[in-house]
């Protein structure tokens, strides 16, 4: 079984300041990574996934978030934030052997809120 | 445009009155997911279909029931709801499990009076 832990529930930051959202996970099996967003009373979106190859991926509105198989992590990073970026961020797995154990699990999430 | 759509977005039921939530799809994907979201905790699976194939998540209550009647659809129905039962409900699909990018539906929230 997997698990993930985000281990900050909420994170205050200025804007135009960088930003790192950490996420640790555990797990028997190899997995693939993912970075969700949802704004208020909004389903999730997808930020960025790691599913293999470059440990640095890329995603939308400039997030980007670094695969670290030994220290069993995949942080979220933004160099610079916007008000916009204001929103909860959710780190989630999934079991790489697949069929229906591939589902994704959630961490708790983490609530980022950016100030003027 | 709108590829996971939910009805309705807000939601008031009545203590122990069944109520249906309902989620349409126009991406023609394999998989629908339904996900609980109580307050400030992540989302939590309690089932999903892979086409006609359904598979209940252990701990979800008996109380929740979904139907897919074609691929575009898929229902949850809460039979009584308590009040334990107030959560953001997410309807998402993929095309498959594993490695592919889940599309989620804005969410229903439901309230119990």
């Known amino acids: 079984a997997q698990s993930v832990t985000q281990l900050d529930s909420q994170v205050p930051v200025f804007e135009e300041a960088p930003v790192e959202l950490r996420c640790n996970y555990s797990?028997?099996?190899?997995?693939?990574l993912f970075w969700y967003v949802q704004y208020p009373n909004q389903g999730l979106q997808l930020l960025l996934k790691y599913l293999s190859g470059s440990t640095l991926v890329k995603g939308i509105n400039g997030f980007e978030a670094e695969f670290n198989k030994s220290q069993t992590s995949f942080h979220l990073r933004k160099p610079s934030v916007h008000i916009s970026d204001t929103a909860e961020y959710f780190c989630?797995?999934?079991?790489?052997?697949?069929?229906?154990?591939?589902?994704?699990?959630f961490g708790k999430g983490t609530k980022l809120s950016v100030k003027p | 445009d709108a590829m996971v759509i939910q009805n309705p977005r807000y939601q008031v039921t009545q203590f122990g009155k069944p109520v249906t939530l309902s989620c349409s799809q126009t991406?023609?994907?394999?998989?629908m997911y339904w996900y609980q979201q109580k307050s400030s905790q992540a989302p939590k699976l309690l089932f999903h279909y892979y086409d006609k194939d359904f598979n209940n998540e252990a701990d979800t209550p008996d109380n929740f029931q979904s139907r897919r009647p074609n691929t575009s659809f898929c229902f949850l129905d809460i039979r009584s709801p308590g009040l334990g039962d107030a959560a953001m409900y997410l309807c998402?699909?993929?095309?498959?499990?594993?490695?592919?990018?889940?599309?989620f539906g804005q969410g229903t929230r439901l309230t119990v009076v």
């Open positions: 991406l023609n994907h394999n998989v």
């Open positions: 989630a797995v999934s079991d790489q052997n697949g069929g229906s154990q591939g589902n994704l699990i």
């Open positions: 998402a699909t993929s095309r498959a499990f594993r490695n592919t990018e889940a599309f």
């Open positions: 797990s028997s099996v190899s997995v693939y």
